[in-house]
């Protein structure tokens, strides 16, 4: 079966700087997987360059058996590939209603009515304050809105970029049971995150970025068996 993602021997990076050095990733569809790795690791360059927004210098991206190699990133859109960026990147000066439209703009326009329906089933807090300005919300509730406006444009594969960073505890529980609550949906997601213990009880299978190369892929349960491994990539 084809993969919905499968990413092979992707090379990136910044200016004359080699991030992402042959990485090879796929996610199958209603799949949760997980990509772990420190800061610097390229996890967010790996993201950004499978969605359009940085070239690639080489390897393939495709995507539902579509070349998307340095396609668009509007074209990565329309294909149903989404991601929600770390840092949420939610516009502080619109309204909950106006950041939840805009993930409609390219993508699912015409059900933008029962998409908003969904997320506030998802999300009740954002019909609360669907017309406050976006940048007065708390961290966790502009995490929410992130999210939210992603599902606006019914992915078909979602990517989390460290969803989790900020947010207090009990949010972070909350997130996680989010996650594997669109997993049951059939959502397939890649969830890059650099909360270890949590991400690695949801995942289907996982990987582990070290300096642009993938170290380890296969089972979270394989992962956490070895030693070696947990004490050299997950701090464990």
């Not at 349960?221 to 990539?233: G, K, N, Q, T, V």
Request: glycine content about 12%.
């Amino acid at each position: 079966m084809t993969a919905l993602l499968d990413i092979r021997a992707l090379r990136g990076g910044y200016g004359r700087v080699e991030v992402l050095r042959g990485v090879d990733l796929s996610v199958d569809r209603g799949e949760i997987v997980a990509l772990l790795g420190s800061n610097g690791a390229g996890k967010s360059t790996l993201n950004n360059t499978v969605c359009g927004i940085y070239p690639a210098w080489g390897g393939a991206v495709q995507f539902q058996g579509r070349d998307l190699t340095n396609a668009h990133y509007r074209d990565v859109v329309l294909a149903g590939l989404i991601q929600v960026p770390e840092g949420r990147k939610i516009f502080p000066n619109l309204t909950v209603r106006e950041n939840l439209e805009l993930g409609s703009f390219t993508r699912a326009r015409a059900r933008r009515a029962q998409n908003l329906e969904r997320v506030f089933a998802i999300f009740p807090r954002l019909q609360e304050r669907l017309t406050q300005r976006a940048g007065l919300m708390s961290g966790g509730e502009q995490q929410m809105l992130a999210i939210g406006r992603g599902l606006m444009a019914e992915p078909e594969l979602l990517i989390l970029d460290e969803p989790s960073l900020g947010l207090s505890p009990l949010l972070v529980e909350e997130l996680f049971a989010l996650i594997r609550r669109l997993h049951d949906e059939g959502l397939a997601v890649l969830l890059v995150e650099q909360n270890v213990g949590q991400s690695l009880e949801i995942a289907d299978r996982a990987y582990v970025l070290e300096n642009g190369q993938v170290r380890f892929s296969g089972l979270p349960a394989e992962l956490l068996a070895s030693d070696e491994l947990r004490r050299a990539y997950l701090g464990l």
